[in-house]
């Protein structure tokens, strides 16, 4: 797997902020309403502005977060949970959102918590479906740490799935993904499950 591939973005994407503003403001128009009227007046501008935030991850490269590491000689199980996050459905540009829980048995290297909030969020932060989420992060903290085995469990609500259609407002979607020795990973899957209780 190359970098990209873990990085799960192409390195060219570039903001055009202008070009969504006129994005949005042909999408009010399109939908028949008038965006120059008070108040839509300035929500194409709000709304680029917004899409900033929301899609700051397209820059975002694992390896480079987790370049900043501790070497230490800590081979037991690590586990970070409960880490919030915000995505958008690459479906249907609607918000999914929840928790990761993040476990990993180092080899050598260990991270601060701080480095795997932030890999979720960059990851978290560009079109995204929870599925590729999920392996995007095991793979980044599998390859880029040399961990010897990694656990991740993703629980997500869908606005497209809340919102229209089938409207099931209490679902939630879970995935999760492995990496490396299966009994290593029952002791990932272990720790993860207690702190949920
Ligand atoms: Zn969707």
Known sequence: MNKDQVNGSSKDA?????????AVRDILQSIGDDPD??????TPDRVAELYQDLFSGMRCDP???LS????????????????????????????FYGHAHVGYIPKGK????????RLVDGLSKRPQIQERLTTQIAD?????????????????EHMCM???????????IIT??????????????????????
């Open 14 to 22: 570039c903001f055009d902020y202008s070009k969504i503003s006129m």
């Open 37 to 42: 009227r008070e108040g839509l007046r300035n």
């Open 63 to 65: 390896a480079e977060i």
């Open 68 to 95: 900043v590491f501790f070497e230490e000689n800590h081979t037991d199980p690590v586990a970070f949970t409960d880490i919030s996050f915000n995505s958008i459905c690459e479906h249907h540009l609607l918000p």
């Open 110 to 117: 260990i991270v601060g918590a701080s480095k795997v909030a």
């Open 140 to 156: 980044a903290i599998y390859r880029c740490l040399g961990a010897t085995s990694v656990y991740v469990f993703v629980s997500a």
């Open 162 to 172: 809340t919102l229209r259609g089938v409207k099931k407002t209490e679902s939630r």
């Open 176 to 197: 999760s993904a492995q990496r490396g020795e299966a009994n290593e990973v029952q002791q990932l899957i272990k720790i993860i499950d207690l702190s949920k209780s």
